[in-house]
């Protein structure tokens, strides 16, 4: 898998690690553990910022709209599904061996795409 990628696959999860933080029952939960919610959101912030900041602009500014209008701008293929719109993809498209080794986009949707297999 490319670098790219990889860092735009690590930027969403960052961004569901920061949202869950910020969701009142499961910092309440933290809390309860002993942890400190509100320092790891703050570092979490640190490290999606540095980390964005190593991504391409173009991919960053289209992640950055992906974001904010559907919630997840990268999502996993499954069984030739993009599991954000649930558009099956072209065979060809799928077969490629070369599939992760550059970054793909949803013809449909248009979410940053990866297959895990
Ligand atoms: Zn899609």
């Known amino acids: 898998m490319i670098k790219e990628l990889e860092k735009l696959i690590s930027l969403h999860d960052l961004d569901v690690m920061?949202?869950?933080?910020?969701?009142?029952?499961?910092?309440?939960q933290e809390k309860k553990l002993g942890l400190s919610p509100d320092s790891a959101a703050e570092r979490l912030q640190k490290m999606r910022s540095k980390l964005a900041l190593t991504i391409d602009r173009k991919y960053r500014d289209l992640y950055d709209q992906l974001a904010s209008h559907y919630g997840?701008?990268?999502?996993?293929?499954?069984?030739?599904?993009?599991?954000?719109?649930f558009t099956q993809l072209p065979t060809a498209f799928?077969?490629?061996?070369?599939?992760?080794?550059?970054?793909?986009?949803?013809?449909?949707?248009?979410?940053?795409?990866?297959?895990?297999?």
């Open 18 to 28: 920061i949202s869950d933080l910020a969701n009142k029952d499961i910092s309440k």
């Open 72 to 85: 997840n701008a990268v999502v996993p293929v499954v069984n030739q599904l993009c599991s954000g719109c």
């Open 94 to 117: 799928c077969a490629s061996p070369e599939r992760n080794d550059q970054v793909e986009t949803c013809p449909s949707c248009g979410r940053f795409i990866y297959w895990c297999n």
